[in-house]
Nanobody, 114 residues
Framework: QVQLVESGGGLVQPGGSLRLSCAAS????????MGWYRQAPGKQRDLVAT???????NYADSVKGRFTISRDNAKNTVYLQMNSLKPEDTAVYYC????????WGKGTLVTVSS
């Protein structure tokens, strides 16, 4: 069964940090590009960061210098390290890959608030 399972969300104060994880079924992880997207209430789902099978990364301008995407191929897991969090980073964060069709996890909620 093809699955993406996110974890690591929660409530954090502005300026704080969180690390999100996305565990993927082995058959859909190996060598594939992976991405993180986010959707704030009432807004569209937007790209946050991507990482290729070879480790090349790409970031939305709004998170450059604050977020880092990485992958551990031995664990079939992709991470999103989020530092210097701002209230506008509040959203449900989704893991994504493409394997025959678009694959999405169920999301993990990140709330940045004092």
């Amino acid at each position: 069964q093809v699955q993406l399972v996110e974890s690591g969300g929660g409530l954090v104060q502005p300026g704080g940090s969180l690390r999100l994880s996305c565990a993927a079924s082995g058959s859909i992880f190996s060598g594939r590009a992976m991405g993180w997207y986010r959707q704030a209430p009432g807004k569209q789902r937007d790209l946050v960061a991507t990482i290729s099978g070879g480790g090349s990364t790409n970031y939305a301008d709004s998170v450059k210098g604050r977020f880092t995407i990485s992958r551990d191929n031995a664990k079939n897991t992709v991470y999103l390290q989020m530092n210097s969090l701002k209230p506008e980073d509040t959203a449900v964060y989704y893991c994504h890959t493409y394997y025959l069709v678009d694959r999405w996890g169920k999301g993990t909620l990140v709330t940045v608030s004092s």
